[in-house]
Nanobody, 120 residues
Framework: QVQLVESGGGLVQAGGSLRLSCAAS????????IGWYRQAPGKQRELVAA???????NYADSVKGRFTISRDNAKNTVYLQMNSLKPEDTAVYYC??????????????WGQGTQVTVSS
């Protein structure tokens, strides 16, 4: 089955950096877009960054210039490099894929989430 396993969250001071990883399995990783979402307490889940199979990226305005999404198709892993972190970046970060191409069960999948806390 499709699995998405995030890692790399933690507590960091404002201005610091973290790199999140999401290891994917169970579907054709290189043929599908993948993205990162986040959800802060009391707020709706929002898209942070996404990358399609061709390498094109999309970022939320609030993270442009600070966050970078990348993928390693050989390792079936997507990364989110987060620099210049702000307290408002505090949230649970989720990896997401909507499998539409290639092998593997089609559908919408989420990881379990990883907590990022930025202290002021």
């Amino acid at each position: 089955q499709v699995q998405l396993v995030e890692s790399g969250g933690g507590l960091v001071q404002a201005g610091g950096s973290l790199r999140l990883s999401c290891a994917a399995s169970g579907y054709s990783f290189s043929n599908n877009a993948i993205g990162w979402y986040r959800q802060a307490p009391g707020k709706q889940r929002e898209l942070v960054a996404a990358m399609n199979s061709g390498g094109s990226t999309n970022y939320a305005d609030s993270v442009k210039g600070r966050f970078t999404i990348s993928r390693d198709n050989a390792k079936n892993t997507v990364y989110l490099q987060m620099n210049s972190l702000k307290p408002e970046d505090t949230a649970v970060y989720y990896c997401h894929v909507n499998v539409v191409r290639g092998w593997g069960p089609k559908g919408d999948y989420w990881g379990q989430g990883t907590q990022v806390t930025v202290s002021s």
